[in-house]
């Protein structure tokens, strides 16, 4: 019979927040984890058998490098969560070409190296589990964070037609969206180089981005997503997608239900 569980998971983005918080909880859950970052670092305090991994997921080279090193210690990778992202916030129209693509590198083109290097060992298993981190803003749109709701909403799109081309060969995938998570992901946050100085968008953007922030400060613990994500990793079937919290899922299905016209009216309450 064919593998039916996850031992060996790689977790990029696992220096800080929503990832390291997974890292610490697939470790106590006996699991083999290794974290992957620039930095390198593993979270503090963490017990199990937790390998740091030098990795930035923008360069093919690096993250080839690193999924053969794992796959020459361990025989093979059972899942990988492409968590590894950041922010960029500031008005389309005071977005630089290259400050709109530095949005896509890691969140999108990341998840797709990482994704692109382990298919091949998946498949020789015939056994795999794929996470992606999209965000409920893939599914509500944040103004002036534009770009980050496009890649967030291009992570979803991409893993839901990618399990459809993977599950003849044992392989699943789930798309989380978190909503409001308190995370180094705040402070990590970039702002175009434009948006800083004063214009008919100053006013608007700054108060959007400062609610954002406020709600980001009082958002969900890490851990909350973090337990979404092992749940995920330990269900026979996956499910396609998980949205952690109540009040979130509602906001998905409200998002389904309502006319868009009427959604983006109280989303521009909320964010305009
Ligand atoms: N916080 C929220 O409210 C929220 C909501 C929805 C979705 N998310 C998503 O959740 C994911 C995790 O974010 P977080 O909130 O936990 O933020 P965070 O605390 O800033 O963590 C981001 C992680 O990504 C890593 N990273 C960034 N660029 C990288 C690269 N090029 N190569 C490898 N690793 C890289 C960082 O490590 P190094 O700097 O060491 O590389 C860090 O470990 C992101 O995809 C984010 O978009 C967050």
Known sequence: MSKQT???VLVTGGSSGIGAATVKMLAEEGKTVYAASRRGTVPEGVSGKVVPVTMDVTDVESVNAALAGIIEAEGHIDAVVCNAGNGIAGPV???ALEEGKYQFETCFWGAHNVIRAVLPTMREHSFGRIVTISSVAALVPIPFQTFYSAVKSAVLIYTKALSLEVKPY????????????????TSARKFTAESQSESEYSKR???SVSKME??????MPAS???????KQL????????????????FFGFLVRILPTRLMLWIDGLLYG
Not at 170 to 185: A, E, H, M
Not at 234 to 249: A, E, G, L, Q
Request: contains cysteine.
């Open 205 to 207: 953007f700054k108060a």
């Open 234 to 249: 330990n269900r026979k079937k996956m499910n396609p997608t998980s949205t952690p919290r109540i009040d979130y899922k």
């Open 170 to 185: 044992g392989i699943q995938c789930c798309s989380v969206l978190p909503g409001d998570t308190k995370t180094g992901f």
């Open 6 to 8: 996850v031992d060996v």
């Open 214 to 219: 406020q709600d980001e400060k009082n958002g």
């Open 224 to 230: 909350k997503i973090a337990a979404a994500i092992c």
């Open 93 to 95: 129209e005071q977005t």
